[in-house]
């Protein structure tokens, strides 16, 4: 089945407390992004990467960390979390970037930081 | 910054009654996508729209692309409990840097049965 995931679906954790959520996808896509999802603020996206080892920052990128070393994978890592990075997470991929494509959403990941 | 404002944003009706959403900006994209999010998921594409004027259907859902691409527009005829859920544009811009997705704050619908 085509799919992205992700994990952890639920963390809590405190600030200052380095954490990685990780993402992978089996449809060979090229490119990946990571979204955070805020009431009334829609998706905005925080990095995104075109392909292996080419990554670039999105519209939130502060804070956040990614890395592409395969293609499947695209971690998103936050080395100092604090409190206003609680926020609903999501992983997309796609074919590629460009107008017609879809973007395939993993199941999300909601962040707590205390 | 780009920016697509959705309107309204919560929407609660009785099923059997059509509802539509409005996605607007000041700025021009080159396509407009349609998702759908139900809790505990991420979105679903339902549906792209590239040209202006456009219109398509996908069973009781119907959504139009404004003729200068700035805005569209998603109707659902008789709306089931199914429909329930939130709904979110996001427009391409092939001018901003790296062919940008930009989203919408979203709509949340609810259909009572």
């Known amino acids: 089945e085509a799919q992205v995931t992700q994990n952890p679906r639920y963390l809590i954790t405190v600030t200052g407390k380095k954490l990685t959520v990780t993402c992978s996808q089996n449809m060979n896509h090229e490119y990946m992004s990571w979204y955070r999802q805020d009431p009334g603020l829609g998706l905005r996206q925080i990095y995104y990467s075109m392909n292996v080892e080419v990554t670039d920052k999105g519209d939130v990128p502060e804070g956040y960390k990614v890395s592409r070393k395969e293609k499947r994978n695209f971690p998103l890592i936050l080395e100092s979390p604090s409190p206003n990075q609680t926020s609903l997470y999501f992983c997309?991929?796609?074919?590629?970037?460009?107008?017609?494509?879809?973007?395939?959403f993993g199941p999300g990941t909601r962040l707590t930081v205390t | 910054t780009q920016l697509l404002e959705q309107s309204p944003q919560f929407l609660s009706i009785q099923e059997g009654e059509n509802l539509t959403v409005y996605c607007n900006s000041s700025s021009v994209f080159s396509s407009l996508q349609w998702y759908r999010q139900e809790p505990g998921e991420g979105p679903v594409l339902l549906v792209t729209?590239?040209?202006?004027?456009e219109v398509k259907k996908l069973k009781r859902l119907t959504f139009q692309f404004g003729d200068a691409r700035k805005d569209s527009s998603l109707h659902i005829t008789a709306a089931q409990p199914g429909d329930t859920g939130l709904y979110l544009c996001a427009g391409y811009s092939t001018k901003a840097a790296g062919n940008k997705l930009t989203f919408g704050g979203g709509t949340r619908v609810l259909v009572k049965p």
């Open positions: 729209v590239v040209t202006g004027g």
């Open positions: 997309a991929s796609s074919f590629s970037k460009t107008v017609y494509y879809e973007q395939y």
